[in-house]
């Protein structure tokens, strides 16, 4: 299972990023999808998440400005920042759960991709 984010990059406060991952691979099922952030210093945390049926967490952290959505015929899932704060800059990883083609349960990780909020 292969996860590919795209997406990140510098942005002044109060602006804003799309952030997208595709999964792809041997896989049966993409359950949920979704985004977790570390920043220096800190453990990662829940950004947001997407079930396969539409229902959304969202972490106590980023609710409000952010925006998770999903094509699920294309294994996608995009985050929608807006209103970026600094404390929003972190390394963003990417988060899919499911079945392989094995019917064995997987939950795999993207490389992640740095978001920067700063002036």
């Known amino acids: 299972v292969q996860l590919v984010e795209s997406g990140g990059g510098l942005v002044q406060p109060g602006g804003s990023l799309t952030l997208s991952c595709a999964v792809s691979g041997s896989i049966f099922t993409v359950n949920g999808m979704g985004w977790y952030r570390q920043a220096p210093g800190k453990q990662r945390e829940l950004v947001a998440m997407r079930a396969f049926g539409g229902s959304s967490d969202y972490g106590d952290s980023v609710k409000g400005p952010f925006t998770i959505s999903r094509i699920n015929a294309e294994n996608t899932v995009y985050m929608q920042m807006n209103s970026l704060k600094p404390e929003a800059t972190a390394a963003y990883y990417c988060?899919?759960?499911?079945?392989?083609?094995?019917?064995?349960?997987?939950?795999?990780w993207g490389q992640g991709t740095q978001v920067t909020v700063s002036s």
């Open positions: 988060n899919a759960k499911g079945y392989d083609s094995d019917w064995r349960i997987y939950a795999a």
